[in-house]
């Protein structure tokens, strides 16, 4: 009902928006946060970026960003956080179980239980959440997104180890408009966005909008889930934006639902030859589920004093009901099918203030304190659902069966707790040359309740006569640590930028438990970086040329091990641990050009290096120490590379633009043994569209196509030794489809 209230809404309010327009002034900084694109100036245009927590040319801007605007993002059919990969050579993003996590620069948190963290967390207009299952959320109606490569613990939230994908939606502004689109394609493809903006008064303007994105599963499968790699999404916002004078106040709703299949998964043999990836036939033995639920609530007060002095208070609370079911049927059990069955409900809470001074300033400034709460609940665990042969219904030992049962159930309470206080400066040496130093005091606790129940007979065997063993998954952490940042910058020319900097990064640790032994504790990670980078904008900003190189040392590299279910067995279950130490070393380069008035193109490239350190052993999952001394990292290729071309052809009534582009990587693995049977061949993905815009209507349309050669190519892959099967997931195959928008 909520979420009906905000779509209808939305569609009211678009109504009456052509008839009533009017003028209404707008505050300049917040039009250009959001405005990104818009050519001011000759040439690219300059795009405006909030990356250091202020308004400023992302040419201008001392850090390693990659930045998309929303119409760019919705042209290239970029919908959730997890298509960022198609497009950024720096993101690699994968599928973990109905969930996700993100690597930037080699650098990714696997571990998404209720007690990890990312190492690249996902923040919609500065509001964090952990849980890995709703990082896709709020991917409509976008201003932009950030993407920050290394370390932002000083300025940018806690656990930013290996960078930021900031998300920012667009804000109610002093003029009335809307917008709305509709797309549909192969596979049942029916997406639809619409946005309405109302001035109220001078002072006083409200937002909505609201998304729909549906398609059939993109892989069949045998068995009773019948297909996976589905959506059903839906979501609706809306928005309150109070400024008068120096003082500014806003107010956002969101509710978001989304009911799907979830993730194809293409199992194989533990042990045995990789699968035909080129042709994968999917099978299930059990249905599968995902279901998510969420509502969001943030705010921001702001008041700018004469004396040029802002306060800033930023707040949020987000709940989310979220429901997983997988097919954990498998040769080590084989006397039943099996599910793992996942329900979490995270409640969060962020808080935020802040205060700084004019950025024109010689002595520039930030300084604040932030405040991150988490509680949840985990009702999950191994779930029978039929027995199977002699022990199923009718057989001779239907009495020792064991379905409609968990044989391994989790029953836990959650609460984290990260506090932190922060602060930056920014010094005009002379009039070219720029220091600045922050640091920032982060206190992590994290405690959690509860107990683990385990039925020997419905996880190992039938014949076992074993009482039920409950085990308590109590645990507790509390760690403190300084992060900091130095940086200088050097600008010889206004259109050129050089920069060194140095920053600490920090992820906090954690506790885990295989569900019959007591809870075991890993530490923090640390990452020491070191970058330096140059941006440059010639003839007269119509070829932008960008380039860094940046090392790392990284410590206390949190790594999935494995230990026994419980004492002399052969189940075996994972747990993150510290493992060692690992060496990074990168060079990153981006070329954009303006070929003449109607064509553009851009190249973006990495090479990444990434090696364990010496003597460093982790155990498989059969409990089997592996030596990964120099090994690659997970999720890190070697190089990668995205390229694109945009053709306008004019015409009397318009133009039409052509559109193309590509990413190419090269191989890489998705686990720290660096398995042939775990890892990605080298791929290239092509996209392409063609479009009309009139001179006059507000309005285009779109046909284009993506993965044009129907790559397989693999998401995600991993060994599981609880079922004694491999697991592979796919991106995207080919899809094709016509968009059209308008806007008023």
Do not use: C
Not at 514 to 529: F, W
Not at 594 to 601: D, Q
């Amino acid at each position: 009902m909520r979420l009906a209230f905000v779509l209808l809404s939305t569609s009211a309010m678009a109504v009456p928006m052509a008839a009533h327009a009017q003028a209404s002034p707008q505050v300049a900084e917040d039009a250009a946060a959001q405005n990104l694109g818009q050519n001011q100036g000759t040439g690219l245009g300059d795009i405006i970026v909030t990356a250091n927590r202020t308004a400023s040319d992302a040419q201008d801007t001392p850090t390693a960003l990659n930045v998309y605007s929303g119409d760019a993002l919705r042209d290239a059919g970029i919908s959730s956080v997890r298509d960022l990969s198609l497009i950024d050579p720096s993101v690699n993003i994968s599928p973990s179980g109905g969930a996700a996590f993100v690597a930037v620069r080699g650098i990714a948190s696997t571990d998404v239980t209720e007690i990890g963290d990312p190492s690249v967390p996902i923040a919609r207009d500065g509001f964090y959440t952990n849980r890995p299952f709703a990082i896709n959320a709020s991917m409509y109606d976008l201003a932009r997104i950030e993407v920050l490569k290394g370390p932002q613990g000083t300025l940018n939230g806690r656990n930013s180890t290996g960078g930021l994908v900031s998300i920012i939606t667009n804000r109610p502004q002093f003029k009335n408009g809307g917008y709305a689109s509709a797309e549909v394609g192969n596979y049942g493809t029916l997406n639809g966005e619409m946005g309405a903006n109302l001035a109220l008064t001078d002072t006083f303007a409200i937002r909505a909008s609201g998304t729909m994105i549906t398609h059939d599963g993109y892989r069949k499968i045998a068995g009773p889930s019948r297909e996976g790699d589905d959506e059903n999404f839906a979501s609706g916002r809306i928005q309150a934006l109070y400024q008068s004078g120096g003082l500014s106040a806003w107010v956002s709703y969101q509710h978001d639902s989304r009911d799907v299949n979830g993730d194809a998964v293409l199992n194989s043999t533990l042990g045995g030859p990789k699968p035909d990836l080129k042709n994968p036939q999917f099978t299930s033995s059990t249905p599968i589920m995902t279901k998510l639920e969420g509502d969001r609530v943030r705010w921001e007060l702001s008041y700018a004093t004469d004396s040029n002095l802002s306060f800033t208070y930023a707040g949020g609370y987000d709940r989310q009901n979220w429901r997983n079911v997988l097919d954990a049927t498998g040769p080590a059990y084989p006397y039943a099918t099996r599910q793992f069955r996942q329900h979490e409900t995270p409640k969060t809470w962020n808080h935020e203030f802040r205060v700084a001074n004019d950025s024109a300033s010689k002595l520039f400034f930030q300084a604040g304190y932030f405040r991150f709460e988490e509680n949840n609940t985990v009702d999950s665990g191994i779930y029978n659902n039929d027995a199977t042969g002699d022990f199923a219904t009718g057989g001779p030992l239907e009495a020792l069966g064991q379905p409609d049962r968990y044989s391994l159930k989790f029953d836990y309470k959650i609460k984290t707790l990260s506090q932190a206080v922060f602060g930056q400066v920014e010094y005009d040496l002379t009039d070219t040359l720029e220091i600045s130093l922050g640091g920032r005091y982060t206190w992590d606790e994290k405690r959690r309740t509860g107990q683990a129940v385990l039925n020997l007979a419905a996880l190992v065997n039938p014949f076992i006569t074993a009482p039920l063993i409950t085990t308590p998954g109590n645990g507790s952490l509390k760690d403190s640590q300084p992060t900091w940042h130095a940086g200088l910058n050097f600008r010889p020319r206004p259109d050129t930028l050089i920069y060194a900097k140095y920053d600490r990064g920090y992820k906090s640790g954690g506790f885990n438990s295989n569900g019959s032994a007591a809870t075991v504790p890993y530490d923090a990670e640390q990452l020491d970086a070191f970058e330096i980078g140059t941006k440059n904008s010639l003839l007269g900003n119509s070829l932008q040329i960008n380039a860094s190189a940046f090392y790392s040392n990284y410590r206390g590299y949190q790594a999935s091990q494995t230990a026994q279910a419980y004492p002399d067995s052969n189940e075996t279950l994972s747990g993150i641990f510290n493992v060692g130490s690992a060496k990074i070393f990168g060079v990153e380069g981006e070329v954009k050009a303006l070929l003449g008035e109607h064509t553009r193109v851009g190249i973006n490239g990495a090479y990444l290096h990434t090696k364990f350190g010496s003597g460093i052993s982790v155990n498989d999952g059969d409990g089997n120490p592996q030596d990964i001394s120099g090994n690659r990292l997970p999720n890190s290729p070697s190089f990668t590379v995205t390229a694109s071309l945009d053709q306008d052809v004019p015409l009397s009534s318009g133009k039409i633009t052509a559109h193309v582009d590509g990413k190419y990587s090269s191989k890489y693995y998705f686990s720290v043994f660096n398995l042939e049977d775990v890892s990605t061949a080298s791929f290239f993905l092509a996209n392409a569209s063609l479009g009309y815009e009139p001179d006059v209507g507000g309005w285009k349309v779109q046909a284009y196509v993506r993965n044009i050669f129907d790559k397989n190519v693999l998401a995600y892959a991993q060994q599981n030794f609880n079922s004694f099967i491999n697991s592979y997931q796919f991106q995207p195959p080919r899809t094709y489809g016509v968009r059209a928008s308008v806007s008023f």
